[in-house]
Nanobody, 124 residues
Framework: QERLVESGGGLVQAGDSLRLSCAAS????????LGWFRQPPGKEREFVAA????????RYADSVKGRTTLTYDKAKKRGDLQMTSLQPEDTAVYYC?????????????????WGQGTQVTVSS
């Protein structure tokens, strides 16, 4: 059974950078995509970014575009989310997930597996 484990969360200050990693324990990942979501305190979970396992195509939410880069290492089955210029509104629990495509992840449809989440807190 596929399992995703996030790491790299923590407490940072506004303006800092942070890298989150998502490691997959099983699966061949010859198709589909890996995505990141976040759930701010008291709000619903929202899409952040996604990348396809094969071609490395990416998609980003407007709120993080230009200061976020999602990369992956297919051999290691790991995706890294690099975020810069963090602001207090980026405070959230960040989750990674796998799904059939960028579109499915962006629309939170047919999500195959969720990670357990990692907390990111940005202080002002």
């Amino acid at each position: 059974q596929e399992r995703l484990v996030e790491s790299g969360g923590g407490l940072v200050q506004a303006g800092d950078s942070l890298r989150l990693s998502c490691a997959a324990s099983t699966g061949t990942f010859n198709s589909g995509a890996l995505g990141w979501f976040r759930q701010p305190p008291g709000k619903e979970r929202e899409f952040v970014a996604a990348i396809t396992w094969t071609a490395g195509h990416t998609r980003y939410a407007d709120s993080v575009k230009g200061r976020t880069t999602l990369t992956y290492d297919k051999a290691k089955k790991r995706g890294d989310l690099q975020m810069t210029s963090l602001q207090p509104e980026d405070t959230a629990v960040y989750y990674c997930a796998t799904g059939p495509s960028l579109w499915h992840l962006q629309n939170s449809m047919d999500i195959r597996t969720w990670g357990q989440g990692t907390q990111v807190t940005v202080s002002s």
